[in-house]
């Protein structure tokens, strides 16, 4: 938090539209750090998913296995296993793939406001990542 | 003079901050002197960090609600696909913490679905998607709802850090200032 305003000196005016861009930077910039987190998470979980998927390669397609639904387990053919992974792993791809639009858009945008701010505040402001 | 504006622009009352476009006219017409307006900002601030933890909570809230209504939702497709095949299925379920125990589910129209207060009501596999259905609908627009109130809130906290550091500092140069034709 600390990163924002802070070295804002008065000798450089605020205009309303600064204070907008100051705003818009930091909504954005929270959000990007939202997404990457979830982003991670889910290819973890695309990760596993296809571990399974791969796994299952070995067994016979008649096979039972046990697949969890939450807290139980329901014993599914190989056959219906695949099946259950491969709609989850299609649900999931899409998911990943709307977050890294997002991510994409979002840095683009924090790269533009980064310009705009700079240019008018120069050393004044400062508006990188403070870890 | 008032450092805090309408409650209008989002679905929770918060009041916005009000941009100080000219510091030196706002510390002019307030008639207060620069400790009391950071003091009166900085309690604003806190007030917005209280709503900011508050929402955050409900936020994580629902990220623990969602993928358990869609868990539900993906379990009720499967006795919907069972009952259609007339199939019995085996299923291990959780009896203690690592303890599971076997149980054939037949195929079966109907299923209880936990409503919380100790309540679990019987409803057609129909009738329990609809409702999950509904319910993972209202999160999301929830889920929604949330994120927008923490932009907007975002947008006071900022707004209102600039503003502290502003009347800091004009208030160091205020100091400056006198110092120097003293």
Redesign the interface.
């Given at each position: 938090m600390s990163k924002k305003g802070q070295s804002l000196d008065d000798d450089v005016h605020i205009s309303y539209d600064d204070q907008a861009k100051i705003n818009k930077f930091a909504i954005n910039n929270t959000k990007l750090h939202d997404f990457q987190e979830d982003l991670a998470e889910k290819k973890k979980e695309l990760v596993n998913l296809n571990e399974a998927i791969d796994e299952l390669v070995i067994l016979d397609e008649t096979e039972i296995v046990p697949f969890q639904y939450g807290e139980i387990f329901a014993h599914l053919t190989v056959e219906e296993a695949n099946q259950e992974l491969e709609r989850s792993k299609q649900s999931l791809e899409g998911e990943i793939s709307s977050l890294e639009d997002r991510v994409t858009s979002i840095k683009k945008l924090l790269s533009d406001l980064k310009t705009q701010l700079y240019a008018k505040f120069g050393n004044k402001i400062n508006l990188e990542e403070s870890d | 003079m008032s450092l805090e504006g309408e409650k209008t622009g989002n679905s929770l009352g918060i009041p916005k901050a009000i941009?100080l476009?000219d510091?030196d006219k706002f510390m002019a017409d307030g008639g207060k002197t620069a400790e009391e307006v950071l003091r009166k900002l900085e309690e604003l601030f806190q007030k917005y960090r209280v709503m900011e933890v508050n929402l955050l909570q409900k936020k994580e809230k629902l990220k623990v609600q969602i993928p358990?209504i869609k868990?539900?939702l993906?379990?009720i497709q499967?006795l919907k696909r069972n009952k259609e095949n007339e199939k019995t299925?085996?299923?291990?379920?959780?009896l203690a913490h690592n303890l599971?125990a076997r149980a054939e589910?037949p195929p079966s129209d109907k299923v209880g679905l936990w409503l919380g207060a100790n309540v679990m009501l019987e409803y057609t596999l129909e009738q329990a998607d609809d409702l999950l259905t509904k319910n993972l609908k209202q999160a999301n627009q929830s889920m929604e709802q949330t994120d927008s109130d923490l932009?907007f809130l975002?947008?006071q906290?900022?707004?209102t850090?600039?503003n502290?550091?502003?009347v800091y500092?004009?208030d160091v140069?205020r100091r400056q200032t006198l110092k120097a034709t003293a």
């Open positions: - | 941009f476009e510091v358990d868990m539900s993906d379990m499967l299925v085996e299923t291990d379920f959780i599971y589910v932009d975002k947008d906290i900022t707004t850090e600039v502290m550091a502003r500092n004009w140069k």
